[in-house]
């Protein structure tokens, strides 16, 4: 089972310096989220700007409008020359707009009258000259009395349609940019607040999107750097991240195999080694063998016979009789040393031919039949079942199934047990006995050349080691495990013939072979 990641965010990110940052979300806030608030803001500043230019228009407009308002009361009272009438329909300025004053002049630049702060005087200005000549209001911005105003001024026409003088309408400047500061203060307030929004969104959207799954991928990345190949990563979050990880378990499972095969290769490699040096060893010790063999075959021959001859001599004892006999066993025991060294050494036959393994049994049981009757003990044979055909060399085959069968009865007290069975495409030809069962120890122990579990003298340690190299050059194998009579079981697993012919035993199912009988 997965280990479950819970769902963190990170709040206090913005805590962090910016090393800490991953190198994904400094890509997010350099190319995503700046140029975003960059956009965002020269949009603000076009947009203040438009807004200041719509707010000082509206203004302009605003005393535009209240200066033509009363500008044709103020005309007809100039024309009558009645100030009375101008100075009321001034002081009715200020209650149709926000102006700080107004004031009426003649054609020359005369103040006739005033209400609020203007300009005092106008004829040092080409102001009355425009408008006399354009017969156009015109605007200008001026100091008086320590402010900044903006001041519209609009041509006064009589009754005749003549120009009589002129009216002013003043208001401050800094009424023009109050109201946009207040706007530009909201304006940037709003900008620094959606900056950090989004800024939030993205940052806390990466780590819960993508983020958390990616440092979840590095820990399992780390993990594998640091030699757990075995680790795989859980595939989550979004796809891209997801497919990552599987392309992380895909290698990892390519590396397994590649190490498994490189074990694989290193092992055959040892086992290639292992066997040139044996081969080397059964080389070295066949030529030995060979050598011993040549040396001591004449003598032993002649030894053998002339203790042969003497044991036919009249009146000998029976200490001399024994003595003669024992140089007998001794010969042959030598003989028998030599014999097994040629077969251990012996290249494997490269001619093999179809064999029925139940004609085999019963000529390996032939040849040792003399031995068992001599030693009293019983031989149990189970050919009941038929079975595929073998595919080897005969002789060697029968040279391992005496060396199993001989190791057999010098172990059994009373009885060996030989079965043939088969399954799927191999054959399993087993021994058992009921001796004491396998010494303790490892088992491939007893397979090695040379080692035995005997007394000195009775055994070279060839044996077993015999029956392996015959089962490995039928591409086989021999098993020694704990046998149910109480003793061991050495059963020899062979391949079966392609052709796959049935034999079987024509006999009965059992045959018991036991001291004196046939």
Known sequence: MSKKYPFKTDTQWWKRPWSSISGLQRTLLLF???P???????GIRFGLGQASQFQEQRLKNDLELIGRAVSIPVGAALGQNDRAAIELALGSVFVLGEVYGASVFDVDGTRIAAAGITESDLSRTSIPERIMTTGEGQEAYSRVAGRDLFSHFLPLFDHTGQIKGLIQITRR????GRALDQLTIIAWLVWSLLGLTIISAVMLGHYGGVGRHVDKLQAHMKRVAA?????RAVPEGPSEVASLAHGLNSMLDSIEQAQREV???RQAETTLLARLKDNEKMVAIGGMARGIAHELGAPLSV???RARRLQKTEGLDLRQQKQLEGIRSQVWRLTRTVNQLLDYCRPAATQHRNIQPALLLETVCDAIRPEFESAGKQLRIDLTQPVPGLHGDAGRLELA???????ALQAAHSQVSLSLTAQASRLSICIDDDGDGLPEGPIEQLLEPFYTTKSPGDGTGLG????????????????????????????????????????EHPSSPTEDLAHGTD
Do not use: Y
């Not at 975003?36 to 020269?42: C, F, I, R």
């Open 32 to 34: 995503v989220v700046l």
């Open 36 to 42: 975003l608030l960059l956009l965002t803001a020269l």
């Open 173 to 176: 400047a800094s009424d023009f």
């Open 227 to 231: 030699g757990d190949h075995s680790h």
């Open 263 to 265: 074990e694989a290769h």
């Open 303 to 305: 030894i053998d016979g």
């Open 401 to 407: 199934l005496l060396n199993l069968m001989r190791n």
């Open 464 to 503: 077993l080691a015999i029956v392996k190299a015959v089962a490995e050059e039928h591409l086989g194998a021999l098993r020694l495990d704990k046998s149910s009579l109480g003793g061991c079981r050495a059963c020899l697993s062979l391949p079966a013939s392609r052709h796959n012919t049935l034999t």
